[in-house]
């Protein structure tokens, strides 16, 4: 059939497949049978037509599976906002703060309840890195060191030192729905009576 609708002539089509002219000629009775064709380009039109319906319908289901799951992204988005909005006040009452960074530890988002949006003369903020952050590039800062081991699967706890020295630092690894770290998840508090 493909080889028709490409414009062979059923001697054309028997040599291309290794058959007799007499096999082909069988063939054509069946398929237009099947196709419900009364001639050759009856049957052919009728097949492309179908072809073209399948296609069709296949693009639609494709687009509803596209529909679909902007919807869920969407409610996905939502979900994010309502989980941020309650953290943002739940640090607001315990006085920490948390963020999120990706693998480059860049900060993603920041719930700020102990600081102000600029603390240490470095803007809280995301697009910041937490290199920034802390103002230092060694990675052997407790903070940092952290930050790196969360990338590496593994909890840590620290006490920070300097402009930190008052502070505790809890960085988690940040997981994907296939368990690969994707980031680090933060929590900085005030050691309470110093």
């Known amino acids: 059939m493909q080889l ?16 007799s002219i007499g096999t082909v000629n069988t063939y054509w009775v069946r398929i237009r ?22 296609a069709l319908r296949e693009v639609n289901v494709e687009k509803q599976d596209l529909v679909a ?15 941020l ?9 315990i006085k920490s703060t948390v963020w999120a960074t990706d693998r480059d530890l860049r900060l993603q988002i920041v719930a700020n309840g102990e600081f102000h949006s600029t603390h240490f003369g470095v803007s809280w903020e995301p697009g ?17 060191a952290c930050h790196h081991r969360a990338l590496a699967g593994q909890d840590c706890n620290a ?7 008052n502070m505790t630092l ?5 997981r994907d729905e296939h368990n690969d770290v994707m980031g680090c998840i933060s929590i900085l508090n005030t050691i309470v009576g110093e």
């Open 4 to 19: 028709c609708v490409e414009g062979h002539t059923n001697e054309s089509i028997a040599t291309k497949l290794g058959l």
């Open 33 to 54: 049978l099947k196709a419900g064709g009364q001639g050759r380009a009856d049957t052919v039109a009728k097949i492309i037509a179908e072809r073209s319906e399948n």
């Open 69 to 83: 799951l902007v919807n869920e992204h969407e409610k996905k988005v939502v979900d994010l906002r309502a989980a």
């Open 85 to 93: 909005a309650l953290l943002q006040l739940a640090m607001d009452q």
């Open 128 to 144: 910041k890195t937490v290199y920034e952050i802390f103002k230092t590039t060694d990675d052997s800062h407790p903070a940092l």
């Open 159 to 165: 006490r920070l030192e300097g402009q930190f020295s």
């Open 170 to 174: 809890r960085v988690m690894p940040l």
